[in-house]
């Protein structure tokens, strides 16, 4: 665990918390390695645990033994190890969306997390990632996501920003969320007729979007906020401009 890199080299990904590790074994997509779990954990999680195969060995510690077994202060008691599951085609996991996310340079964990969350609550259809975004089954983010990076298909963009051109010719209207002039309110912008389908491009916190990406954009928008405040965090400013755009 202290070697995320090393996990995800081995086709694995690591699930922390009672409720993102019950929805892991509830979903028939996932193929769960092992479990290591408190007592409190085991007794919250055993109805869920029934629908594990049987030789998936359920491992039982006291909660303070998991700094020890784990490089980590897991006060949640819950860890589940599973396969990560296979790339999904770019051209089959856009077909049916009609909205998608498009992030760039996106390294932090939580913010990733949230961004899923928000996808999956205004029914994004998928998430695709600039080559230095961080893993969306990285540990942290799939807690942060509450499990909706487990939900929510994902794919990388390796040729950045080239590959943005491919949903442009796939039918979408990239919508670069960006504080820059000349963006448009989003009020603004959503009088306009509504695309059919629509890919919102966020770039990283602080840095934004780099001029490369946003030349991509078919539209700028911006959140109008407060002249004394610098910006939203971008998992924020995301979930707003998703559920603005989706109603």
Not at 147 to 175: H, K, M, N, Q, Y
Request: glycine share 6%.
């Amino acid at each position: 665990m202290p070697e995320p890199e090393l996990v995800r080299a081995r086709g694995l990904f690591v699930a922390e918390g009672r409720l993102v590790v019950r929805r892991l074994i509830e979903d028939a997509r996932y193929q769960v390695h092992s479990l290591l779990i408190s007592d409190a954990a085991l007794q919250g999680l055993e109805s869920s645990l029934m629908a594990l195969p049987p030789d998936v060995p359920v491992y039982v510690c006291e909660r303070a033994d998991f700094l020890g077994i784990t490089g980590h202060d897991i006060h949640r008691g819950c860890l589940a190890l599973a396969a990560r599951p296979a790339p999904r085609p770019f051209d089959a996991l856009l077909a049916p969306a009609r909205a998608v996310v498009v992030l760039e340079g996106v390294a932090d964990a939580g913010n990733i997390g949230g961004v899923f969350r928000n996808a999956a609550a205004f029914g994004a259809g998928a998430v695709l990632l600039s080559p230095t975004c961080c893993d969306p089954l990285y540990r942290k983010a799939v807690r942060t996501s509450m499990a909706a990076t487990l939900r929510v298909p994902f794919a990388r963009l390796d040729e950045w920003p080239a590959a943005l051109s491919r949903l442009r010719t796939a039918g979408f209207t990239i919508v670069a969320l960006t504080l820059r002039e000349p963006a448009e309110e989003l009020e603004a912008f959503r009088l306009r007729p509504r695309p059919e389908k629509l890919a919102l491009l966020v770039g990283a916190e602080g840095a934004g979007l780099t001029p490369a990406a946003e030349t991509m954009a078919d539209y700028r928008v911006r959140v109008p906020i407060r002249t004394d405040v610098d910006s939203l965090n971008l998992a924020v400013a995301a979930g707003i401009a998703l559920y603005r755009l989706s109603t």
